[in-house]
């Protein structure tokens, strides 16, 4: 006999050696009094399957042990770990569960060691499952199939044991769902089909059971503190024996249950929504809105638009009030309405710093809530007060500020952040071009009379408002600025070269402001006539300014002017601080005792209404420097005045105010003058651009160009294309009148 022919296995043989150590390994998992494994026991299991494979055909065993691979699994499953599991339910039954699925692991690993042989060839050759897999289909397809459903319903049972307060072993519930995916080799579908799906229905039912009575029990906060709560739970679940890929579904449900469903009973609750959370300024409650909100779709809208409906009546209350209070002080004098202006644009900007606070810090700076801020503010910052716009009481406040004496007393640090808040809210105003030219006459004034407080504050702010609104905003303020500094150049050079020609003295001490026409406010200039005093003066400057420059044209402002005259009263003489036109005025009684209102006139070569102004402020107001016949409150042009030479003040100098002009009436012309230029270049180059174009798309355009500076009025658009078409810069189409083009 051969050698190979006598050590041939025969199958019944060999597999009789197999069972025995299958049934030790049986027995030690079961826990009976069994000696563990040798390398000896477990190389002799190995070679056996190792020659029972590489014998000969017909000899070689290698599908025959692979079925009955399978088949150890399957008896041992159907004869011991079915039955111990079936008897079993609930948490115990869980237990056994989890035990039997350790086990079979165990079972798995040993079993594939011994018969590894298989797995190296005869199953890689024949593209059949690996022995591993074919162990865990085994428990997959007896054990899992059969209790799955038992086991998913004990597992949430348990979860909404613990939802309800009560401790529960997690640990378990964690090996258990290990189970679920595990059996998926790799693919969650078990665990998602199985478990998952009736876990997320089963969480939806619970909590839209408990939403719906404490909805009715609670109110906003105390609901919204409960959600918060649920939803950490529901993370932490997760976090201890969920897997971690149910997360975003859990929450989701929870959110929508809880949330989504309720959200507009939740927010509207009548006395602790969202408008009575931040009527009282409830700062915590209102992040847990925004924080509860903002995880469902679309959840803040609805927050905002609350807001924006907060704040626009916060707003507008303001308005009223300082309307209110400007119609009980109309009969009052007019300083204490302009006084009542800048505490409404104070209140405005605290309102501001309020809720711009809110955005930051209780809605984490959503843009949602920038929005809404922006379309508040810009609804009730643009109603105007007591017949006064916006930009106007902007630029006013900012003179308050920025003017020497102004009803304002703040700190360096306290000026710059006021201003930077000013800047702030021009941003919602729309007639932005409004407030430059008030905020320019306005600057003007501070500028020409020496009455700003500071230069360093009026470049800041001129900064800030050109990084708000662009530099074309700001060029001519900027040049003004410049100009002074230009001007006292000027002087000091004009001074010197008194110095140097003795006999071009112009008898009294004269201070010239030259100021560049373009960046200035335009100012009425009268041909005064002046007194002989003066003539010699703007004589002597003339031929200074020739000397350094031979192009520029000289235009006297008088009406800007201001002189120290000495009035010599019987009893005391007095210096008189008066503006030029006063002081010509007073100076035709050096010569004249009496003079009437007509000789004035005509003396001065002045209009009506200026006449009016000078007489009525040297003979009806404070200061009585001039008789008035008759002695009535009003000027008139049959008056007869005469110098009051019994005048006596106990001051050594008085300054005599002549009252501004009211300049809101020119100041909107020149606005509306300049809005038309602007409207037709827009047009212009729109048109240049796109050579033919409908009405619509133009005013939209158009629209979109200027809104930097003004909101335009669609019908004053329309007139400028009228008016453009009549110039020959744009034609109608002939089939179309809605269609415009351009015509080079």
Known sequence: MTMNQRNTIDLDQGWDFMQQGIIKLKNILEGLPEPQFSSEDYMMLYTTIYNMCTQKPPHDYSQQLYDKYRESFEEYITSTVLPSLREKHDEFMLRELVKRWSNHKIMVRWLSRFFHYLDRYFISRRSLPPLKEVGLTCFRDLVYQELNAKVRDAVISLIDQEREGEQIDRALLK??????????????????????????????????????????????????????????????????????????????????????????????????????????????????????????????????????????????????????????????????????????????????????????????????????????????????????????????????????????????????????????????????DLFAEFYRKKLARRLLFDKSANDEHERSILTKLKQQCGGQFTSKMEGMVTD???????????????????????????????????????????????????????EVFREFYQTKTKHRKLTWIYSLGTCNINGRFEPKTIELIVTTYQAAALLLFNSSDRLSYQEIMTQLNLSDDDVVRLLHSLSCAKYKILNKEPNTKTVSSTDVFEFNSKFTDKMRRIKIPLPPVDEKKKVIEDVDKDRRYAIDASIVRIMKSRKVLGYQQLVMECVEQLGRMFKPDVKAIKKRIEDLITRDYLERDKDNPNLFKYLA
């Open 175 to 432: 090996n258990v769902l290990d189970i679920f995916v595990e059996i998926g080799m790799g693919q969650m579908e078990y665990y998602e089909n199985d478990f998952e799906a009736a876990l997320l229905n089963d969480t939806a039912a619970y909590y839209s059971r408990k939403a719906s009575n404490w909805i009715l029990e609670d109110s906003c906060p105390d609901y919204m503190l409960k959600a918060e709560e649920c939803l950490k739970r529901e993370k932490d679940r997760v976090s201890h024996y969920l897997h971690l890929s149910s997360e975003t579904k859990l929450l989701e449900k929870v959110q929508h249950e809880l949330l989504s469903v309720y959200a507009t009973q939740l927010l509207e609750k009548e006395h602790s929504g969202c408008h009575a959370l931040l009527r009282d300024d409830k700062i915590e409650d209102l992040s847990r809105m925004c924080r509860l909100f903002s995880k469902i779709p679309r959840g803040l809208e609805p927050v905002a638009n609350i807001f924006k409906q907060h704040v626009t009546a916060e707003g507008t209350t303001l308005v009223k009030q300082a309307e209110d209070a400007a119609s009980n002080k109309k009969a009052e004098k007019r300083d204490v309405i302009g006084l009542q202006e800048q505490l409404f644009v104070r209140k405005v900007i605290e309102l501001h710093d309020k809720f711009m606070a809110y955005v930051n810090d209780c809605f984490v700076n959503q843009s949602l809530f920038h929005k809404a801020l922006k379309e508040a503010f810009e609804i009730f910052c643009n109603k105007g007060v007591a017949g006064s716009s916006s930009a106007e009481l902007l630029a006013t406040f900012c003179d308050n500020i920025l003017k020497k004496g102004g009803s304002e007393k703040l700190s360096d640090e306290a000026i710059e952040e006021t201003l930077e808040k000013v800047v702030k809210l021009l941003a919602y105003i729309s007639d932005k």
């Open 484 to 538: 002074l500094t230009l001007a006292r150049e000027n002087q000091t050079s004009f001074e010197a070269y008194l110095n140097y020609n003795q006999n071009a003295s112009p008898g009294i001490d004269l201070t010239v402001t030259v100021l560049t026409t373009g960046f200035w406010p335009s100012y009425k200039s009268f041909d005064l006539n002046l007194p002989a005093e003066m003539v010699k003066c703007v």
